[in-house]
């Protein structure tokens, strides 16, 4: 009974087909957290897209390779090009546009908000952010899915809006107060890297 649809089962790398069956038949969602993930295993995502099961991407938090959607994309193609396209000579086994939906559908699915979100669509949440598309590595470009997916990365990002609310604008932080929370990071991790100090002198 554990498994179902409100299962998200975190990394996927290492499944065997009988799980990866289970998974399928019980409507349970996968999450790849690629940066973190390379060094333990590579996900046989083609075969889990095949099976009809939702993917996902995570960071894995911080202490890994940041937060940024953007990279792990980027990783993650990479990924596939080297496990699964080259052995074949398929340089496309993971298109940009495939990469995209899980990033935006696939992350909707896992959050339990499938059918609201992840896409552009009346009656969905005005969830979205915006992109500064007129820079020098970004511009000129033929293909926007494609260049979201290798070329932007979250320094890119000037406005992200909730339920149509901005809570960041031209890059300002508008819900919380960066300068105070930077501040007590700073003295947090300058304390106990003091007392860790003192420790070690000890």
Known sequence: GVLSDHFVSAHSILLSE???????AKGVKAVHCPFSNCGKG?????RLLESGISVAFGTDGTAHGGMSL????KIFRSIMNIRYGVP???????????ILSMALEGGSCALGLHNKSGQLK????ADLIAVDLDQPHLYPTNNLVHTLVESVSSQDVIHSIAAGKFLMK?????TLDEEKIRFEAHSWLTKNHLMEDE???R
């Not at 953007?70 to 994309?73: A, G, L, N, R, V």
């Not at 074949?88 to 495939?98: D, L, Q």
């Not at 009346?122 to 949440?125: A, I, P």
């Open 18 to 24: 009988h799980e990866i069956e289970l998974m399928a």
């Open 42 to 46: 590579v996900p046989n995502t083609p």
């Open 70 to 73: 953007f990279q792990e994309m």
């Open 88 to 98: 074949e000579s398929n340089p496309v086994i993971m298109p940009a546009e495939t």
């Open 122 to 125: 009346e009656g969905f949440c």
């Open 170 to 174: 031209n890059r300002e932080i508008l």
């Open 199 to 201: 420790l070690c002198y």
